[in-house]
């Protein structure tokens, strides 16, 4: 027979309960606000004040954004990087991961060193631009893909990762003569699914979100990922607004920022509540020391 909780107890759920509502709330109302103004009239708005519901309904500012192609091209040209982007950074992630996985592989500790050393120092923003610009890859969608390839943290969990499989069923395969390239694709890789799919999503995540390095690297206002278009839309005078790729317009520019910053994040959005399991996952995988 359970018993009923102390005074204490029931106190502590009713203190922690108001604190975790509180938080809810506060962390929601800026979407709604957000949502709201986007789909109120922009007489409304430029009124002033609160607006947490739309109290007279317009897709004016929707329109708008969609009166050109600007925002649609970015959203593309966000999707392109992610996609391309996670896939390299699969690829090389996988084919450098896996030779370190190899205790007998010569210079091993070396290279495991140099990657660890990477995640305390950097080169610093200004030697990276240098190098991606000896590269040519300035005002190229590679500059936001190639430099990153490869997360030395993802580096070190993945190569864990693939120390737990059994070596039994490599040698098996090799005694069927594949090599280590048809070892790594055929045995390997079908066994992490798993870790390769919580990785495609931490690179991807990086890639949706890609940002400062847009900036350094495009000067062509028509590669701009979602992100920079977002970025300048929200921070630009009305009377600036065409210099983020849209024309002017008398319209409220606050709707149109809001209708803009709904625009690119509700697909992240509703991917993410099916993906978060994931994410918690990613951070266990691999964690087996040598």
């Given at each position: ?117 990477t995640m305390l120092f950097g080169g610093g923003m200004i030697p990276t631009y240098f190098v991606v610009k000896a ?156």
């Amino acid at each position: 027979m359970v018993k009923d909780k102390s005074f204490g107890s029931r106190l502590f759920d009713f203190v922690n309960a108001s604190v975790l509502l509180v938080a809810a709330i506060v962390t929601v109302l800026p979407f709604f606000y957000v949502i709201a103004v986007s789909f109120t009239d922009p007489a409304v708005v430029a009124k002033g004040g609160i607006i947490l519901f739309p109290t007279k309904f317009s897709l004016a500012a929707y329109e708008y954004i969609f009166s050109t192609n600007t925002l649609v091209r970015s959203l593309g040209i966000t999707v392109y990087i992610t996609v391309v982007g996670t896939l390299i950074n699969l690829l090389f992630t996988s084919l450098m991961a896996y030779p370190l996985a190899k205790t007998h592989l010569r210079g091993r500790r070396t290279v495991l060193l140099a990657v660890l050393f990477t995640m305390l120092f950097g080169g610093g923003m200004i030697p990276t631009y240098f190098v991606v610009k000896a590269f040519g890859l300035t005002n190229t969608l590679w500059s936001l893909m190639i430099p990153n390839a490869i997360s030395a943290f993802n580096l070190i969990v993945l190569k864990n990762f693939f120390q737990q499989i059994p070596d039994g069923l490599e040698d098996s395969a090799k005694i069927d003569g594949a090599n280590d390239l048809g070892v790594l694709f055929r045995i390997v890789l079908p066994l992490s699914l798993p870790a390769m799919a919580t990785f495609a999503l931490f690179y991807a995540v990086g890639h949706w979100n890609t940002f400062f390095s847009a900036i350094l690297y495009l000067n062509d206002n028509r590669m701009w990922p979602i992100q920079v278009l977002l970025r300048e839309v929200v921070i630009m005078a009305q009377s600036r607004i065409g210099d983020a790729g849209f024309e002017e317009t008398q319209i409220q520019p606050l709707t149109i920022r809001m209708a803009v910053i709904v625009f690119a994040t509700v697909p992240i959005l509703l991917v993410y509540p099916f993906l978060q399991k994931h994410f918690a996952k990613g951070v266990l995988l691999g964690s087996v020391k040598e």
